[in-house]
Nanobody, 121 residues
Framework: VQLQASGGGLVQTGDSLRLSCALS????????MNWFRQAPGKEREFVAG????????RYADSVKGRFTISRNSAENAVYLQMNSLKPDDTGVYYC???????????????WGQGTQVTVSS
């Protein structure tokens, strides 16, 4: 499985960004697509997840109402629309696959390389 994340950047508080993750080589164990993030000095944390076939979505409480995860099956891509960004959203964002619902890094099947998001105050 190959995951290629892109779309990060430097923005100001209140701005929006859209992250993309291009997927290839998916297996039958890659039922969920997820976004995680890791801030400097902190553990990697779950941000959002979507069930590939059904489109059912889950979010961390910290991003509910501001972030939206979506997928395009025809293009084998997953997106994370991030609105009303805050400095606390700063970190490296990773896309990841999993076989089951995950809320931590445990259970992740594959990781993509990260894309840096920096939100200035």
């Amino acid at each position: 499985v190959q995951l290629q994340a892109s779309g990060g950047g430097l923005v100001q508080t209140g701005d929006s960004l859209r992250l993309s993750c291009a997927l290839s080589g998916l297996t039958t164990r890659d039922n969920f697509m997820n976004w995680f993030r890791q801030a400097p000095g902190k553990e990697r944390e779950f941000v959002a997840g979507i069930k590939w076939r059904e489109g059912r979505k889950r979010y961390a409480d910290s991003v509910k109402g501001r972030f939206t995860i979506s997928r395009n099956s025809a293009e084998n891509a997953v997106y994370l629309q991030m609105n009303s960004l805050k400095p606390d959203d700063t970190g490296v964002y990773y896309c990841a696959t999993s076989n089951e619902v995950v809320t931590t890094v445990i259970g992740v099947e594959s990781w993509g390389q990260g894309t840096q998001v920096t939100v200035s105050s």
